[in-house]
C-alpha cells in the first residue's frame, strides 16, 4: 500500500483527516531546470510527479552536492524510471 493515514487535530480544534503517499526518488539533480524537464516528460505520460528540495542548495565541505529530487509514488516507480532511462537513450 502507497498511502498511511493519520487523524490530527487543527490548531482551531477541528479533527483532520490527513493521507500521506509513499513517495520514492527517481532522480536527483544539481540544476532545477533539469528536474523541471524531466516532471514534464513524467506528466506527459500521465505520472504524478513532485520535486523535493527545490529551493535548497547543499554546500558540503568537500563541494556542492545535487539534492533537487524528482519523486513518484511507489506503485509509478519503476514505469517512471523507465520513462527517464529511455528518455536518456534518446538524448544520446
Known amino acids: 500500500m502507497d498511502k498511511r493515514h493519520d487523524e490530527r487535530r487543527s490548531s482551531a480544534g477541528l479533527r483532520v483527516h490527513v493521507i500521506y503517499k509513499i513517495m520514492k526518488t527517481v532522480g536527483v539533480y544539481f540544476h532545477l531546470h533539469e528536474s523541471y524537464l524531466d516532471k514534464a516528460a513524467l506528466d506527459l505520460e500521465g505520472i504524478e510527479s513532485f520535486i523535493a528540495n527545490e529551493n535548497t542548495f547543499t554546500v558540503h565541505a568537500d563541494g556542492y552536492r545535487p539534492n533537487i529530487k524528482l519523486q513518484v509514488s511507489d506503485p509509478d516507480f519503476e ?13 544520446e
Not at 514505469?79 to 538524448?91: N, S, T, Y
Open 79 to 91: 514505469v517512471a524510471l523507465k520513462i527517464l532511462q529511455d528518455l536518456r537513450e534518446e538524448e
